[in-house]
């Protein structure tokens, strides 16, 4: 266990795959349900035992129903965009749908 925490870094920390985390988390003495912990919950345990500073992370929480109405909305504008046959804002749009619904998926 000391070995491990002379060679996490914060940045490997966040890079971490919810399963990794996991592992991680499961070597540390006199914590129960890992299992059933969100990702977020896992970093902050591991970076307060392992002593990593986080205060200028962003956070993971990313308010769902906010972006959901702004694919909804950019998904109109597309539609628009499509039917006027405007290749590149299509294109442009296509790229920030994706780019929201990853937000939601990843986090």
């Known amino acids: 266990m000391s070995e491990e925490k002379q060679t996490i870094t914060k940045a ?10 996991r592992e ?37 929480q990313v308010d769902k129903r906010a972006v959901k109405a702004k694919v909804k909305e950019l998904k109109a504008a597309l539609a628009q965009a499509r039917s006027g046959k405007d290749k590149r804002k299509t294109e442009a749009l296509k790229r920030r749908v994706r780019r929201l619904k990853h937000k939601i998926r990843w986090r």
């Open 24 to 60: 991680v988390a499961l070597k540390i003495e006199g914590l129960q349900g890992v299992h059933g912990m969100s990702k977020e919950e896992l970093i902050k345990i591991i970076a307060n035992t392992y002593k990593i500073d986080l205060t200028d992370r962003p956070e993971l």
């Open 12 to 21: 490997e920390l966040l890079k971490l795959p919810l399963p990794k985390l």
